[in-house]
């Protein structure tokens, strides 16, 4: 049982380059989340899906798109990147109960 | 306006000491969660609770719904219990909100 499965750990982006992180799960949930982690701050929202086929913002959307693939699996794509956008991005799932999270992804914009 | 605060920001210890690390929630809420993350690793779930007390091995949560509090002890602290321990809650729309955590760092 893998859990949350999220890709990839690192990645170094120039300024408006675009790339896609991918989360799955395998648990069933129907619930999925992204977060971002900024030093100093806690974990924000960036976009959360409740269940297959649907998508909505968090409190910092901007800049990002998200697709819920099917249950298992709930991508962010960062289309034009910028130097604001470097964090350590953290996927999660939930049936309503307890939260369980990816590896992270730290991701780097020059 | 942070729905979830946390304290202290910062936590050092010595190897044995009772360790406890507060949380004040300002939302409705359906759960309260306790995480671990460890430097440059994921974020585990330690706890998950809506009323009264828990425990797991040394560590111990309780939350006080009225009083929308909660707090985290850890017991005889050792060197591996170093990490940052993040409060968050869970409202009814299934949203979590979550405090800017506590970093702890047991010194041998």
């Known amino acids: 049982n893998a859990g949350v499965t999220q890709t990839p750990k690192f990645q170094v982006l120039k300024t408006g380059q675009s790339m896609t992180l991918q989360c799955a799960q395998d648990?069933?949930?129907?619930?999925m989340y992204w977060y971002r982690q900024d030093p100093g701050m806690g974990l924000r929202l960036i976009y959360y899906?409740?269940?297959?086929?649907?998508?909505d913002k968090g409190e910092v959307p901007n800049g990002y798109n998200v697709s819920r693939l099917n249950k298992r699996e709930f991508s962010l794509r960062l289309e034009s990147a910028a130097p604001s956008q470097t964090s350590v991005y953290f996927c999660?799932?939930?049936?309503?109960?307890?939260?369980?999270f990816g590896q992270g992804t730290r991701l780097t914009v020059v | 306006k942070n729905e979830v605060e946390q304290s202290p920001q910062n936590l050092t210890a010595q190897e044995g000491e009772f360790i406890t690390i507060n949380c004040s929630y300002s939302v409705g809420i359906s759960a309260l969660h306790w995480l671990q993350q460890h430097p440059g690793g994921g974020i585990v779930s330690l706890f998950m609770l809506s009323s009264g007390k828990k425990k797991h091995g040394r560590l111990i949560a309780t939350i006080n719904i009225q009083e929308k509090h909660s707090s985290l002890h850890i017991t005889a602290s050792h060197p591996r219990d170093s990490a940052v321990y993040i409060c968050?809650?869970?409202?009814?729309?299934?949203?979590?909100?979550f405090g800017t955590g506590t970093s702890l760092t047991v010194i041998p």
């Open positions: 999660a799932s939930s049936d309503g109960g307890e939260a369980f």
């Open positions: 968050a809650v869970k409202n009814t729309g299934n949203q979590f909100y």
């Open positions: 899906s409740a269940s297959e086929g649907t998508t």
């Open positions: 648990m069933n949930h129907n619930s």
